[in-house]
Antibody, heavy 119, light 108 residues
Framework: EVQLVESGGDLIRPGGSLRLSCAAS????????MSWVRQAPGKGLEWVSV???????HYADSVKGRFTISRDNSKNTLFLQMNSLRAEDTAVYFC?????????????WGQGTLVSVSS | EVVMTQSPATLSVSPGERATLSCRAS??????VAWYQHKPGQAPRLLIY???TRATGIPARFSCSGSGTEFTLTISSLQSEDSAVYYC??????????FGGGTKVEIK
């Protein structure tokens, strides 16, 4: 059974850094495209980043240069390093496993972890 | 960037009735659209991709039609467990991947 469990969310001051983790089980993340998607309070889903099985990465303009997606295949864990955090980054962050054929369509999702950016 | 616009924002439907949700793309995206269901406090759930292919385990009452810029998600006979927010997503042109703003389906 595929399982994704996010962690690392916290209350952080503007300008701070945070690293989110997504522990995967039931499949090896090394061969999969994985995404981060967020949902701000009262808002809809917003795509954040994707990492392909090849290691190629893409980011939303709103986080480019501040966030970095990566993975540790030995720990079967996906990460999102978040630097220079802003109030508008406040959201629940979901990690997701994508289809191999459609590398940005997310077939399995975690429950999310809450990041609050506030002074 | 492809902008996805969903309507209506909220839909109130009686159990057993049909629910029709719309999604419009700002430019042609062929049939490269997916639909997700999201309930509060839960993980989003993939319903449909490729504009009409149901994901594994999705009931047949969920269907989608459309191509180009106009897409429709239909729930043929609404059940109480279908109360949720529904999002369309385009994957024709990325980055960025873009979602619509969502349609909240309420049970009357």
């Amino acid at each position: 059974e595929v399982q994704l469990v996010e962690s690392g969310g916290d209350l952080i001051r503007p300008g701070g850094s945070l690293r989110l983790s997504c522990a995967a089980s039931g499949f090896p993340i090394s061969g999969k495209s994985m995404s981060w998607v967020r949902q701000a309070p009262g808002k809809g889903l917003e795509w954040v980043s994707v990492i392909y099985s090849s290691g190629t990465t893409h980011y939303a303009d709103s986080v480019k240069g501040r966030f970095t997606i990566s993975r540790d295949n030995s720990k079967n864990t996906l990460f999102l390093q978040m630097n220079s955090l802003r109030a508008e980054d406040t959201a629940v962050y979901f990690c997701a496993r994508n289809f191999p054929e459609i590398v940005v369509v997310s077939v399995d999702w975690g429950q999310g972890t809450l990041v609050s950016v506030s002074s | 960037e492809v902008v996805m616009t969903q309507s209506p924002a909220t839909l109130s439907v009686s159990p057993g009735e049909r629910a029709t949700l719309s999604c419009r793309a700002s430019q042609s995206i062929s049939n490269n659209v997916a639909w997700y269901q999201h309930k509060p406090g839960q993980a989003p759930r993939l319903l449909i991709y490729g504009a009409s292919t149901r994901a594994t385990g999705i009931p047949a009452r969920f269907s989608c039609s459309g191509s180009g810029t106009e897409f429709t998600l239909t729930i043929s006979s609404l059940q109480s467990e279908d109360s949720a927010v529904y999002y369309c997503q385009q994957y024709n042109s990325w980055p960025p991947v873009t979602f619509g703003g969502g349609t909240k389906v309420e049970i009357k």
